[in-house]
């Protein structure tokens, strides 16, 4: 039986462990850090995502069979360079290969020189030339900070003093530290946003149905832009006819470009897609799970996550053996209330037994911890309530019905997840 280790401590995270946990291959699954919904067979150790060393160290000592990366950080940390040189079996990419979501100005290079269709675009290191560039475009522009931001530092900007703030937040003020040393400024996509997740061992991919997320954190769309508030999957817009080219146009190329880099990519890639009527086209890509995406994919998933994590790491996918059960899986996020900005941490949280006694739910934990004896808030997305059903209006009502029933002081969230016009 096999000891698995997952990094990072999200409900990405808690999503992933649940379901590897289910394998009859796998004895136990640890979570580090993890978070506080680790129970039974799933337990936290304390060592942080980016402690390369740390973490060979315990692989090591403890026999572990498969390590899986959860937490896109720890592959810009170098962990899976690591473990790999040890000769331990990783799930994730490398550091070279985790830059098409690490870095968004080669992200957009890669995309060019491969022709995967994306918006028009520039990179920029300086504050002015940005500026410039910007304030020549259609209006609305985006402006993205290239480095890792949690999924927070895209501005879009409808005029020209949202221009200069947008460029004097992320370049001058660094909101985001060094991931705002450099820009991609791009033309603005209209359409219906999609995630596309493909699994991959650097050649074959399998494609996910598609899902949809929901960033902002009010009704409507409204509000500054979160890690998401909510997802669906699948996304019956989405044509065969469109999955089809996603693969061939924008999954397939963008694995070509990086081995013809010398950086293979194996794990999840995770294109954001425009979608405007029949014309696809790729906002960035991610080299992982979304979250709160992974949350509605493992309760779909029909097949042992294990057995196909170790394929991919290993170089021998099975395009076979990831099936999905029927229905649609829905996931609303309990957030803090104040987030994405100040909020209180260490409030008490209730309702969770009592919401997963309804039928087809589960309870991801996300930002929560265990201090004397209670469970606690510790984040800004605090719990993912996740719920299936035979329809999409049978999964949401099954999902809000059991967010209803948890409280913590301030609790938000969204009320329209999946109720988007038809547009």
């Known amino acids: 039986m096999a000891q698995v280790l997952v990094i990072g401590s999200g409900g990405r995270e808690q999503a992933l462990a649940w379901k590897l946990v289910q394998s009859p291959s796998v004895d136990k699954v640890y979570v580090a850090p993890g978070n506080g919904g680790s129970k039974g067979s799933i337990e936290n150790v304390a060592i942080a995502f980016d402690d390369t060393n740390g973490l060979l160290k315990f692989a090591q000592d403890n026999s572990i069979a498969l390590t899986v990366v959860g937490q896109e950080a720890a592959s810009e940390a170098g962990v899976v360079d690591a473990f790999k040189t ?3 079996t990783i799930f994730g990419p490398t550091k070279a290969a985790v830059k098409i979501e690490s ?31 910007a304030k020549s475009r259609p ?34 003020r660094k909101a985001f530290g060094a991931a705002g040393n450099r820009v991609v400024v791009e033309d603005f996509l209209k359409g219906r946003e999609a995630s596309l997740h493909a699994l991959t061992d650097g050649q074959t991919s399998v494609i996910f149905p598609p899902s949809q997320d929901h960033k902002q954190i009010f009704d409507g769309d409204q509000g500054p832009n979160t890690g ?44 954001g897609l425009m979608i405007d009527g029949d014309e696809v086209k790729v906002l960035e890509f991610n ?32 395009p076979a053996s990831v099936k999905w ?38 309870v991801f934990h996300a930002g929560t911890a265990i201090k004397d004896g209670q469970l606690v808030t510790a984040g800004g997305r605090v719990l993912n309530v996740t719920a299936t059903g035979a329809s999409l209006e049978e999964a949401l009502d099954k999902a809000y019905s059991a967010a209803k029933l948890i409280n913590f002081d301030r609790v938000h969230y969204r009320t329209d997840i999946g109720r988007r016009p038809a547009a």
Request: hydrophobic share 45%.
């Open 287 to 318: 080299a992982r799970f979304g979250d709160p995406e992974a949350e509605v994919y493992m309760r779909l998933l029909d097949g042992d996550l294990y057995e196909i994590f170790k394929a991919c790491a290993e170089g021998n996918l099975d």
């Open 103 to 133: 870095s968004k100005a080669f992200s957009k290079d890669l995309m060019a020189a491969q022709n995967i269709p994306t918006a028009e675009y520039k990179n920029f290191s300086d504050a002015e030339a940005a500026r410039a560039y």
């Open 86 to 88: 040890a000769g331990l």
């Open 139 to 172: 209006l609305p522009i985006v402006i993205k900070a290239d480095g890792l931001a949690t999924g927070k530092g895209v501005i879009i900007a409808a005029s020209e003093t949202e221009i200069d703030a947008a460029i004097d937040e992320i370049m001058v």
């Open 325 to 362: 059960q029927p229905g649609f899986a829905v996931t609303v996020v309990l957030a803090s209330g104040g987030y994405p900005g100040d909020y209180k941490k260490g409030l008490p949280i209730s309702g969770i037994e009592t919401a997963e006694k309804s039928d087809d739910v589960v």
């Open 228 to 271: 998401g508030m909510g997802v669906i999957a699948p996304v019956t817009w989405v044509s065969d006819e469109q999955l089809a080219y996603i693969k061939d146009k924008v999954v397939q190329p963008a694995l070509g470009g990086l081995r013809k880099q010398g950086a293979t990519f194996t794990g999840c890639l995770y294109p």
